[in-house]
């Protein structure tokens, strides 16, 4: 069972430029969540897609957006990129069991924007 | 914002049970009780979960008050590797996304 993968492993933009970042969910799971993860802080959801559409949304601006593909892969994109948007950023994917859902998250992407 | 109340650290001693406590009082009836852990480097990994009964797994037993405000992770045997950020979260039924606090940082002396 291959486990959940993101790239690239690390980043460096600048401010005002836009990135993409990319998951690969584990085989059978068809939900993939986003997290941003500070410094010393826990991972806070950016938002959620379930079989290609957006599935939930966390406090986040608009210019954070997504996708997910029928393979049920995802992307993040995040445009006009500002200092703060320096972040570990997280996927994991899951897929029902029952009645819980445990993630499955990837190593992520540590962006750096200067 | 998070609804789970956590210790900011404890440290254990190598070989030595942990017991890692966790305050949600404001739980429903309904929401599944998670723990996750962080290891450096590395993103959050599933420990364990439960609902109103006791739980162990290879990893780690999940003790919850009888009220389920509360719940404590014991690490049977602490180990190196369990140097960690360990998440406490409660989480409804369904594909809902997970809601982590700061969670507590446990350091493992040998």
């Known amino acids: 069972e291959t486990g959940v993968t993101q790239s690239p492993t690390h980043l460096i933009k600048t401010r005002g430029q836009q990135v993409t970042l990319r998951c690969s969910s584990q085989?059978?799971?068809?939900?993939v969540s986003w997290y941003q993860q500070a410094l010393g802080q826990g991972p806070q959801f950016i938002f959620q897609?379930?079989?290609?559409?957006?599935?939930g949304r966390g406090n986040f601006p608009p210019r954070f957006s997504g996708l997910q593909f029928p393979n049920y892969s995802s992307e993040l994109n995040v445009n006009a990129l500002e200092l703060d948007d320096s972040a570990l950023y997280l996927c994991a994917s899951s897929g029902r069991r029952g009645g819980y859902n445990e993630q499955f998250f990837g190593p992520g992407t540590r962006l750096t924007v200067l | 914002d998070a609804k789970t109340t956590q210790p900011n650290s404890m440290e254990s001693n190598e070989e030595e049970p942990v017991h890692l406590p966790c305050n949600h009082s404001?739980?429903?009836?309904?929401?599944?009780i998670h723990w996750y852990r962080q290891l450096p480097s590395q993103g959050p990994e599933y420990v364990i979960h439960?609902?109103?009964s006791n739980v162990n797994n290879r990893m780690a037993s999940l003790a919850i008050a009888e009220d389920r405000k509360s719940s404590t992770l014991i690490l049977h045997r602490a180990t190196l590797r369990d140097a960690a950020v360990y998440y406490c979260i409660h989480v409804p039924t369904g594909n809902t996304p997970l809601v982590f606090g700061k969670g507590t940082r446990l350091s493992v002396i040998a």
């Open positions: 439960g609902l109103t």
């Open positions: 085989s059978g799971h068809n939900t």
């Open positions: 404001t739980i429903s009836g309904t929401d599944y």
């Open positions: 897609y379930y079989r290609e559409e957006e599935n």
